[in-house]
């Protein structure tokens, strides 16, 4: 097992935005809708997600791309 997989790391807001280039309401919208990973309430104040669901959400949509296709 990787070291990375015995972490998981928390990302803030504008951490996910920097991470996958969308904007915080595009995040808050697909999240709201169930077609981006859901949000972890840590405190009043503080909302993260989790990097290795980011980046399953990403392989995700990198795995539904065609071979030379359109958008």
Known sequence: ?????????????????????????????????GEFPRPIKLSRGCTVWLESEIDEFLDSRAARRTPGGSL
């Open 1 to 33: 097992m990787l070291h990375h997989e015995l972490t998981k790391r928390a990302l803030r807001i504008k951490q996910v935005v920097q991470k996958i280039g969308l904007s915080e309401a595009t995040v808050w919208r697909l999240a709201a809708t």
